[in-house]
């Protein structure tokens, strides 16, 4: 009586742009930067190449990477006054927020790199962010802990660079644990792209608008804050630890999760697009085991995580549905032992995904073919009608 017309529309899935950057068969459980497998570039390189890999479309020679690595190194400190800016928020701010807020106050305090058509300023804008993004992440984490942060030391690497600066203290000196650093750089080779998920359809749809680059990173951090997206991570381990406080009674949760009491769901499984084991999924369950292991450190979460992987995948509801771990699944238990606070976990997410980020914003702005157009919609509201004066509503 209302005139709503209603449609049986389902979900319509199309895809949104052309990319040549990643590819996913969700089917074959398939990953491939640039061609090139993610098992093989998580074994074999370093997060600085794939980044470069990712970004300029090539793997690069050894003077070509030496001179990456060498541009960021020189742009890993911060303004002061942004380093001001950082100490100004609350303590108990969530890191993702303060790393939103920092990279979107980048561009007023860089604002010779705010062009999208001068490729100089572009690649400077590019420079900066994969060299200061990993310094803002150490500083909202030494803000969220009340203690003094470090400059950038420019003789480590990006990675140790960063880990110095999460861990370290003025008053001695850090040793970086090589375990530690090399299981932190393949993590974030394996999150550093994923074609058109939800944060990077943010940044390129914030950038289709031409808005400047720092400004589309901002909105696609806020965006892998989500707890079904980037969020998963430390969503996983609460629900670890509360499985664990209950008396680890894996069956009774996956009974409440088939029940969807409360909504709960098994974090850390399902995806939009793999509908078979994520493959990034089984070389983080690989590396977790080792680098706990490496680190001497006997997790019980990881033992539930195992018995928990177990029953799902046993399970007619999940393999019904399709539901098999994502890379959320285990990382988060890395992260932990490796130190990190669970806020920290998406922020890592973050530092990840960066290059992939970027490398899909400067495809957009170099080749508006593969712009994601303006998305429609199907309407289903009120068909036309006349207005009604208030007093014969
Ligand atoms: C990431 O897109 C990307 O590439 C993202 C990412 C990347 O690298 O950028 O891979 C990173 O975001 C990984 C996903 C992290 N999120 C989580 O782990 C949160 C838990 N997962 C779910 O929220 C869910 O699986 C999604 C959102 C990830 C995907 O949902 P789908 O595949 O679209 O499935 P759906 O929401 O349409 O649900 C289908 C059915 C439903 O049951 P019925 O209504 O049919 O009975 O599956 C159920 C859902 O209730 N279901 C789950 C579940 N996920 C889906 N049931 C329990 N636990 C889950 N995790």
Not at 33 to 48: C, M, N, V
Not at 303 to 324: N, P
Request: charged content about 25%.
């Amino acid at each position: 009586e209302t005139g709503n017309v209603t449609l049986d529309v389902g979900f319509v899935n199309t895809a949104s742009c052309k990319s040549s950057i990643t590819y996913i068969d969700g089917d074959a459980g398939i990953l491939r930067y640039r061609g090139y497998p993610i098992d093989q570039l998580a074994e074999k390189s370093t997060f600085l190449e794939v980044s470069y890999l990712l970004i300029y479309g090539e793997l690069p020679s050894t003077s070509e990477l030496a001179d990456f690595t060498e541009r960021i190194r020189r742009h890993t400190m911060l303004h002061e006054d942004l380093k001001d800016l950082l100490q100004a928020f609350p303590r108990d701010a969530h890191p993702m927020s303060v790393l939103s807020a920092a990279v979107s106050a980048l561009g007023t305090f860089y604002q010779d790199s705010l062009s999208i058509t001068d490729r100089d300023q572009v690649e400077l804008s590019t420079i900066r962010l994969m060299a200061k993004l990993p310094t803002i992440a150490a500083y909202a984490h030494k803000k969220s802990q009340g203690q003094p942060t470090l400059y950038p030391d420019n003789q480590l690497g990006l990675v140790e660079n960063f880990l110095r600066m999460t861990f370290g203290f003025p008053a001695e000196d850090y040793q970086v644990d090589p375990v530690v650093a090399r299981a932190l750089d393949q993590l974030f080779i394996l999150h550093a792209d994923h074609e058109q998920n939800c944060s990077t359809s943010t940044v390129r749809l914030v950038g289709s608008g031409q808005a400047n680059l720092f400004g589309s990173i901002s909105a696609g951090i806020h965006a892998l804050s989500g707890p079904l997206h980037g969020g998963a991570n430390s969503a996983v381990l609460s629900m670890l630890a509360d499985i664990h406080r209950s008396g680890d009674d894996v069956d009774t949760f996956v009974k409440k999760v088939k029940n969807k009491e409360d909504g709960v769901k098994l974090m850390g499984f399902g995806h939009r697009v793999y509908k078979n084991y994520d493959p990034r999924a089984a070389i983080v369950k690989k590396s977790a085991d080792a680098v706990l292991k490496a680190m001497g450190v006997d997790d019980p979460l990881l033992d539930i995580a195992m018995r928990l992987e177990q029953v799902a995948l046993t399970d007619d509801y999940f393999i019904e549905r399709k539901l098999y771990p994502n890379v959320d699944f285990y990382t988060g238990l890395i992260y932990k032992a490796m130190g990190f606070p669970t806020d920290m976990f998406t922020v890592l997410f973050a530092i990840g995904r960066l290059p992939g980020w970027i490398a899909q914003w400067r495809e957009m702005i170099e080749d508006p073919a593969t712009k994601i157009g303006r998305p429609r919609q199907i309407y289903v509201g009120a068909t036309e009608r006349d207005y009604v004066a208030a007093d014969a509503r």
